[in-house]
């Protein structure tokens, strides 16, 4: 996998591509952990370049999700491709997450 972290304005965008599975989830909860920053005003994971996440990967999601809402940060995940939308659904993240968001412009919106 491969994460390319950048600023845009007050968010913090971590451009994520390949798979997170179980061998690369700690590249990705060590990049966040590492470079965690209170004064963000929003984390962004974009996945539009993301093939596969597994179980692994999930739970990585869901810890640097903690550990950004801990600090009252929003945090979000944008642009799912179809197969990795779907096993965020099955895994029941459809009711924590919005799953339809799109990052732009600097900017998360709901995808059209």
């Known amino acids: 996998m491969k994460i390319e972290r950048?600023?845009?304005?007050?968010?913090i965008v971590y451009h994520l591509s390949?798979?997170?599975?179980?061998?690369?989830?700690?590249?990705?909860?060590?990049?966040?952990n590492s470079q965690f920053e209170s004064e963000?005003?929003?984390?962004?994971?974009?996945?539009?370049?993301l093939k596969y996440i597994s179980s692994a990967g999930l739970r990585t999601v869901l810890s640097c999700r903690n550990r950004a809402?801990?600090?009252?940060?929003?945090?979000?995940?944008?642009?799912?491709?179809?197969?990795?939308?779907?096993?965020?659904?099955?895994a029941g993240f459809?009711?924590?997450m919005d799953l339809d968001l799109t990052f732009t412009k600097g900017s998360v919106s709901?995808?059209?």
């Open 69 to 90: 809402e801990s600090d009252n940060i929003p945090f979000n995940i944008c642009d799912l491709s179809k197969t990795v939308k779907k096993v965020f659904t099955i």
């Open 6 to 11: 950048k600023q845009h304005g007050d968010s």
């Open 18 to 32: 390949g798979s997170l599975d179980a061998v690369t989830a700690s590249d990705l909860e060590e990049a966040f």
């Open 40 to 49: 963000t005003k929003q984390y962004v994971l974009d996945m539009k370049s």
């Open 110 to 112: 709901k995808q059209s």
């Open 94 to 96: 459809s009711s924590i």
